[in-house]
Every structure is written in structure tokens, then in C-alpha cells.
T-cell receptor
Framework: GAVVSQHPSRVICKSGTSVKIECRSL??????MFWYRQFPKQSLMLMAT?????????EQGVEKDKFLINHASLTLSTLTVTSAHPEDSSFYIC????????????FGEGSWLTVV | SQQGEEDPQALSIQEGENATMNCSYK?????LQWYRQNSGRGLVHLIL?????REKHSGRLRVTLDTSKKSSSLLITASRAADTASYFC?????????FGTGTRLQVFP
């Protein structure tokens, strides 16, 4: 079946540094990928929609200069948390929509970010 | 916020009992989906129900949808300890998937 891979699964970084999280669709092309953020015991909040070859669409309240999204190919989207702060510590999950199939959405296993 | 509401927020039952979770949403939808998430892990897709469907079954899962009330329910029958997880409804109306607040289900052996 389709698989979406996220890397790293866990990362610890120092305050003020930047960290990159990758989301890859392993066996299908993904025109659209989505990035979610989840705090402990809370729901997933959509941060942005990543479209291959174009700028990401950010949800209201999400700082685009802080959460940089790049979707340079049909199988890879990256989320870079810039100048990380402890309050950015969270679980980040990506999902990928198979090209031409909106109903077929696959989720990655998520990435735990801890900013110390 | 577009986010849907789920209730109860938390549910504790014994193995063998049924678990019912409810989801209410705010906008018209194309589909509604239910997902499961084990603690600290990714999401597992359980079932999708289209806006023109009223009920759908998959194994021990039964989902209903009432578009007039903008609500859906997920019923897990004959629950097992392994069903312990968080359950989320998710709606798509435009071009993105919006999740509900979730229900944390605990099934005691």
C-alpha cells in the first residue's frame, strides 16, 4: 500500500536554531501535501497546504516566515521550523494526497520536535 | 475555527462493551472520515462516509452521518483493550481535511 515517510521521527534542537522535517511519498506522486501540528492530548491543527511547484497556503495564524514549507518535487515536502522556541515543541504530522485522488490521503508517522 | 467538536472528550469502558463517539461539524462537506491514533503515533484511516450516505459498516465499526444536523457518530462494537486510542473525525469541504477535537477511548480488560 501507499506509504508516507517522515524524517526524523524525533528531533531535539536548541532554541534559536532551525530544524527541517521531511515528508516523502514513497510509492506515489503527491501533488498536494498537508502539514499538521498536534499538542499533547489535543487534535491535529492544519498549518499549511503544500503544493508541488508553488507556494504553500498557510492557515490563519500560522507564521509563514517561521514555518517554511518547500514542495520541490512530487514526492517530497519539507517543513523548516526557523529560530525555534520551546513553545514550538510539538508533534508535526504530514499527509499526502495521491495525484488525482482527493479521497486517498495518507499520513506519515509524525515527528516529535523538542526545543530546549 | 472550522474545527469540529467531538464528544465525549474521554470515554472509559470495559472490554466487550460498545463505544459511541459523536462528531459535529460546521460547514457543508463532501465526505467525513474517521481516524484512529495511538498515543504519539500517526493516524490510521478507519472509514470514509460520503455526504450522500447515511450509514456505513466496516467490521466492528458503524458510522452514521446526518447532514441535516451536521453530525456523525462512530460506534465500535464488542470493544477490545487494543481499541484503546484517540479517535478523530475529519471533514473535507473544500481542499483540505479538518479534524475534530477527538475522543480518547480507554478500554479496560
Amino acid at each position: 500500500g501507499a506509504v508516507v515517510s517522515q524524517h526524523p521521527s524525533r528531533v531535539i534542537c536548541k532554541s534559536g536554531t532551525s530544524v527541517k522535517i521531511e515528508c516523502r511519498s514513497l510509492d506515489f506522486q503527491a501533488t498536494t501535501m498537508f502539514w499538521y501540528r498536534q499538542f499533547p492530548k489535543q487534535s491535529l491543527m492544519l498549518m499549511a497546504t503544500s503544493n508541488e511547484g508553488s507556494k504553500a497556503t498557510y492557515e490563519q495564524g500560522v507564521e509563514k516566515d517561521k514555518f517554511l514549507i518547500n514542495h520541490a518535487s512530487l514526492t517530497l515536502s519539507t517543513l523548516t521550523v526557523t529560530s525555534a522556541h520551546p513553545e514550538d515543541s510539538s508533534f508535526y504530522i504530514c499527509s499526502a494526497s495521491r495525484t488525482g485522488g482527493w479521497n486517498t490521503i495518507y499520513f506519515g508517522e509524525g515527528s516529535w520536535l523538542t526545543v530546549v | 475555527s472550522q474545527q469540529g467538536e467531538e464528544d465525549p472528550q474521554a470515554l472509559s469502558i470495559q472490554e466487550g462493551e460498545n463505544a459511541t463517539m459523536n462528531c459535529s461539524y460546521k460547514t457543508s462537506i463532501n465526505n467525513l472520515q474517521w481516524y484512529r491514533q495511538n498515543s504519539g503515533r500517526g493516524l490510521v484511516h478507519l472509514i470514509l462516509i460520503r455526504s450522500n450516505e447515511r450509514e456505513k459498516h466496516s467490521g466492528r465499526l458503524r458510522v452514521t452521518l446526518d447532514t441535516s444536523k451536521k453530525s456523525s457518530s462512530l460506534l465500535i462494537t464488542a470493544s477490545r483493550a487494543a481499541d484503546t486510542a484517540s479517535y478523530f473525525c475529519a471533514t473535507d469541504s473544500t481542499d483540505k481535511l479538518i479534524f475534530g477535537t477527538g475522543t480518547r477511548l480507554q478500554v479496560f480488560p
